[in-house]
């Protein structure tokens, strides 16, 4: 049936399927991109990085319930379908992202701030953990057989461009708004503006059809009665499941996270970058690199999909140390000589210290280099009546590049986010492959899930948390998931096969 | 080759409880630091999360291994009616 579905209802079928997984995307990653900020709404102003670890948290929650999402909406989609289960997940989505768009801060209702946006967080974790595996199911269960890693790869990029358009939103609100507006109520924006495009995404959904095959089983009464019983519980599938999950999924989970998530949190937290050239920089990577989802994807119908997404491990598993040292070296300002600056701007600010005679004197000293980039360097400083000048270690932050280490930057970006693409893009058909169409949402989509949300949404929490500990370096966060890929390559290598599953029919 | 699965397959079977004893031991060992000068955050929470999604994935892996090891992976269906 799906041979001979016209090119242009195939693209129609693509192009309501991405939009759809694309927005909710879009709901999914502006938490994450937004943690610094929500991390000081959400908890008290004196929480310092364990505010920021906690929303990690809370964001990395929502990592965690997709494979819950998975197994509850991925029966659901194998018992009434696939075009109805994803438009209730939209529905759930998009609802709850307006919903976190509207919570009050800390200051206004204490602790139920993060405990109400936790909820709303495992509401969207669960999601859009039913989400993905109708969306790539769907498409290729409408896809010719021998171009089903080109058309599944345009799902693909639906992650990326979700991202790529978090980050447009956010820096397009904070520059028409200003930082302090926007750190005040701007950020909540991007938020509340999901509900809009949740409402053109249904829009459109409701006007598709059922998957042919799906629509084939049902009329010939071969819908799964247990879909869950039927994937976990017959060893000939479970095997199967855990196959994807260790050999390609895992690997692919924490490739894909530490190229778009780790790299932005570590060129804001750890190089304390400028908040707009550290968006800039992994908008132009994602720009550039976001067209080899589709390139790879058609390369795997042809090669196979193994080799390719094994190769993007082992690239990053060679190369992420040496990416990251560099981001640390060409963003070390503690040693230049007085030669290279061409202005200081310093800004003094005194405040009275609650209950007490003492003051805070924050000396913040904008530099400017004779290569273009600049820092803040900012120095705070107790005036005691009582001892005196207590000074405080200085801290360097707002750093904007020079345009020669700008576009290097963009370069490490776009690498990290090639291999993404080489993992990604031809994971969903191979999925699909794997699984037959009568537990097929609920068999690929765990696996799918815990490697993505478990092992990948996790890189940015594990990676900080490692890091924070006493004796470590900014790059002993990256063990994590040069660790995994390093497990998930070796068992991919040895146990998965490069053969395609030419009839998914079944 | 279905040798080195074979046996990579006790590998697996081991690296499972292990991955999860270390991941038990440095949560005992980090969330203790608590309440010194050491650390630097309070990561109760954190390493609750941790172990409590790891456990079932490292019960997993050692399934996996035991798979390997009795040979069900040397050879893979091919067709879905296989499964």
């Known amino acids: 049936m799906s041979e001979t579905l016209p090119k242009n209802n195939i693209f129609k079928v693509i192009g309501a399927s991405s939009l759809g997984t694309l927005i909710e995307w879009y709901d999914f990653y502006i938490f994450g991109s937004l943690a610094v900020i929500i991390g000081s709404k959400l908890f008290p102003e004196d929480a310092g990085a364990s505010a920021l670890i906690n929303t990690l948290a809370i964001f990395a929650a929502g990592f965690i319930v997709r494979p819950f999402g998975a197994l509850v909406f991925g029966r659901l989609g194998d018992l009434i379908g696939r075009k109805y289960t994803f438009l209730l997940t939209l529905v759930l989505m998009g609802g709850s992202t307006f919903l976190i768009g509207l919570i009050p801060s800390y200051k206004t209702i204490g602790y139920a701030a993060p405990i109400l946006v936790l909820v709303l967080r495992l509401i969207q974790g669960l999601a859009l953990g039913g989400e993905y595996g109708g969306a790539a199911t769907y498409v290729a269960e409408h896809a010719p057989k021998n171009r089903r890693g080109f058309f599944t790869s345009w799902i693909q990029t639906t992650a990326t461009l979700g991202l790529f358009l978090s980050l447009g939103i956010i820096v397009i609100t904070k520059n028409v708004l200003g930082a302090d507006t926007f750190a005040d109520w701007g950020w909540r924006i991007p938020f509340l503006l999901s509900i809009l495009l949740v409402v053109v995404s249904i829009y459109i959904r409701m006007k598709m059809h059922e998957s042919p095959m799906f629509s084939k089983l049902k009329s010939e009464g071969k819908v799964s009665k247990n879909p869950l019983k039927e994937s976990f519980n017959n060893k000939a599938n479970f095997k199967m499941v855990l196959l994807a999950l260790f050999g390609a999924t895992m690997g692919q989970g924490v490739i894909w996270y530490t190229g778009q998530f780790y790299a932005q949190s570590f060129l804001e937290n750890t190089c304390k970058l400028d908040f707009n050239d550290s968006r800039y920089i992994l908008l132009w990577g994602i720009a550039f690199a976001t067209p080899f989802f589709v390139v790879f994807g058609a390369w795997s119908d042809k090669i196979g999909r193994k080799w390719i997404m094994l190769a993007g491990m082992l690239l990053g598993i060679i190369f992420y140390r040496p990416i990251y040292q560099t981001f640390l070296d060409d963003t070390d300002f503690t040693s230049i000589s007085q030669t290279e600056i061409v202005s200081s701007t310093p800004s003094v600010h005194t405040v009275l210290i609650d209950q007490s005679q003492d003051s805070l004197r924050t000396t913040s000293t904008k530099f400017v280099l004779n290569d273009g980039s600049s820092f803040v360097k900012v120095q705070q400083d107790t005036l005691s009546i009582a001892k005196g000048i207590a000074p405080a270690k200085e801290v360097i932050k707002d750093k904007v590049l020079s345009k020669p280490v700008f576009w290097k930057f963009i370069g490490l970006i776009f690498f990290q986010i090639l291999l993404v693409t080489m993992v990604y893009g031809p994971i969903a058909a191979f999925l699909v492959e794997l699984f037959p169409t009568k537990i097929r949402y609920t068999s690929m989509s765990l696996p799918y899930h815990i490697g993505n949300g478990v092992f990948g949404g996790l890189v940015p929490f594990i990676a900080t948390l490692i890091a924070s500990f006493s004796g470590s370096t900014p790059l002993s966060g990256l063990w994590y998931p040069i660790g995994i890929a390093a497990l998930s390559l070796i068992i991919g290598t040895v146990y998965l096969s490069n053969k395609r599953d030419e009839n998914i029919n079944d | ?83």
């Not at chain 2, 270390?22 to 608590?34: E, H, P, S, Y």
């Not at chain 2, 309440?35 to 929470?45: A, G, Q």
């Open chain 2, 1 to 83: 080759m279905n040798t080195i699965k074979k046996f990579l397959g006790l590998v697996w079977m081991v690296v499972g409880p292990l991955a999860m004893t270390f991941l038990v031991i440095q949560a005992i060992d980090k969330v203790g630091l608590t309440h010194t000068s050491i650390e630097r955050t309070n990561t109760i929470l954190q390493w609750g999360i941790i172990l409590f999604i790891f456990f079932p994935i490292s019960l997993g892996l050692m399934i996996f291994g035991f798979y390997a090891w009795k040979g069900e992976y040397e050879r893979l269906p091919e067709r879905s009616e296989e499964l």
